[in-house]
């Protein structure tokens, strides 16, 4: 019921949802906010990046160059449906560009974009409602995947407290979680 890898992703829609004091471990979070509902206030998210620096916890803006900029996040995250090159003007950000894919079309397109790693979505079944998204990676798939790709591939999707010990299994030091955060935040407790 334990993970442990050297880098741990977590995914947050709200700043006001992670509790900052569970992560006892400096160095080995990164939190990747993405802003798809609601716009928070500069300010709160000011205190939030504050408070990651004095963690050193990494943060990174979803598909934001201008917030990302202005709260001068340590990278920037490029979710699997932003497909254009003219939307961001990758050269001039200095941070680092992490990308989402679910195919190898996507992979090499998040490669195209500058991407230095890549996180592969649905690596586990999920209990989404959407009936469309049924299929998933699995162990074997997805290590068969990081064999085929140069670029460092991220397990995301799927990663519950019943099922984190199959993380030690994957090919890679590294993983993220996105709705097991959500619900049960003292999921943080069990990495290591």
Not at 56 to 65: G, K, M, R, T, W
Not at 77 to 90: A, D, E, M, T, V
Not at 130 to 138: A, C, D, E, Q, R
Not at 167 to 179: E, G, H, P
């Amino acid at each position: 019921m334990f993970a442990n890898k050297n880098n741990y992703y977590l995914y947050i829609d709200n700043t006001e949802l992670l509790n900052l004091n569970l992560i006892r471990l400096r160095g080995k979070f990164t939190i990747i906010y993405r802003n798809i509902k609601k716009i928070e206030r500069f300010t709160s998210l000011m205190k939030f990046r504050k408070k990651c620096k004095e963690k050193n916890i990494d943060f990174y803006v979803a598909n934001n160059l201008n917030l990302a900029n202005n709260l001068g996040a340590d990278g920037i995250y490029l979710s699997s449906y932003n497909k254009g090159f003219k939307q961001l003007n990758y050269n001039r950000f200095k941070g680092k560009i992490l990308g989402s894919a679910h195919n190898f079309k996507e992979i090499f397109e998040k490669k195209r974009q500058g991407c230095k790693k890549v996180f592969l979505s649905r690596f586990l079944k999920t209990d989404y409602v959407n009936v469309n998204k049924t299929s998933f990676l699995g162990l074997l798939k997805y290590n068969l995947i990081t064999y085929l790709v140069n670029i460092p591939l991220i397990p995301l999707g799927g990663i519950k407290t019943n099922n984190i010990n199959l993380v030690n299994l994957v090919n890679t030091d590294r993983f993220a979680i996105y709705s097991e955060v959500k619900k049960k935040p003292a999921i943080i407790r069990r990495l290591f």
